[in-house]
């Protein structure tokens, strides 16, 4: 559903502004590879936050405590 709003979007730039639309159209892929490696990296920092969270509640965990809640 999200991807066909996008499109709609688009067709509607194109319709407004075309040179604009062709111009999302090429740089979007661009775009995208550039904020690939920082999507990587946010994560490996979440799963890294986790891991630390759960390595301190074990103790708590191990007695009798239920499973942590945020």
């Given at each position: 559903?999200?991807?066909?709003?996008?499109?709609?979007?688009?067709?509607?730039?194109?319709?407004?502004?075309?040179?604009?639309?062709?111009?999302?159209?090429?740089?979007?892929?661009?775009?995208?590879?550039?904020?690939?490696?920082?999507?990587?990296?946010?994560?490996?920092?979440?799963a890294?936050?986790?891991?630390?969270?759960?390595?301190?509640?074990?103790?708590?965990?191990?007695?009798?405590?239920?499973?942590?809640?945020?």
């Amino acid at each position: 559903m999200k991807i066909i709003g996008y499109f709609l979007l688009w067709c509607l730039l194109l319709a407004i502004c075309w040179p604009l639309a062709l111009l999302f159209l090429v740089l979007a892929p661009l775009i995208w590879l550039i904020a690939l490696p920082f999507r990587l990296l946010g994560v490996c920092v979440t799963a890294t936050f986790a891991f630390i969270k759960a390595l301190l509640f074990l103790p708590a965990r191990l007695l009798g405590g239920g499973p942590a809640t945020t």
